[in-house]
Nanobody, 123 residues
Framework: VQLQAFGGGLVQAGGSLRLSCAAS????????MAWFRQAPGKEREFVAA????????YFADSVKGRFTISRVNALNTVHLQMNSLKPEDTAVYYC?????????????????WGQGTLVTVSS
């Protein structure tokens, strides 16, 4: 499975961005897709995940109520809509995919990763 993430950029605090992740290759093996982020000097952390079968989203507390995640199965694409962005949301955002059927927040459970897209939120 290959993942291509795009949609990052520079936005002012309070603004919005939408990230997209397109999967290719053995996409039939994907059950859960997720977004993680890594800020400078920090470890990569979980942001959101979605089950491709049920469409149920799961979010980190830090983004709950501000971010939504959706999928377009026919296009093998997942979107992360980020609203009310804060400077602390600044990070490189990575999409990830797993064959596991349960939503997980653990990095090690994801076998496929995209290249990352930079989101910068200015104050």
């Amino acid at each position: 499975v290959q993942l291509q993430a795009f949609g990052g950029g520079l936005v002012q605090a309070g603004g919005s961005l939408r990230l997209s992740c397109a999967a290719s290759g053995r996409t039939f093996s994907i059950n859960v897709m997720a977004w993680f982020r890594q800020a400078p000097g920090k470890e990569r952390e979980f942001v959101a995940a979605i089950s491709l079968s049920g469409g149920v989203g799961y979010f980190a507390d830090s983004v709950k109520g501000r971010f939504t995640i959706s999928r377009v199965n026919a296009l093998n694409t997942v979107h992360l809509q980020m609203n009310s962005l804060k400077p602390e949301d600044t990070a490189v955002y990575y999409c990830a995919a797993t064959r596991g059927v349960l939503i997980t927040t653990r990095l090690g459970d994801f076998g496929s990763w995209g290249q990352g897209t930079l989101v910068t939120v200015s104050s």
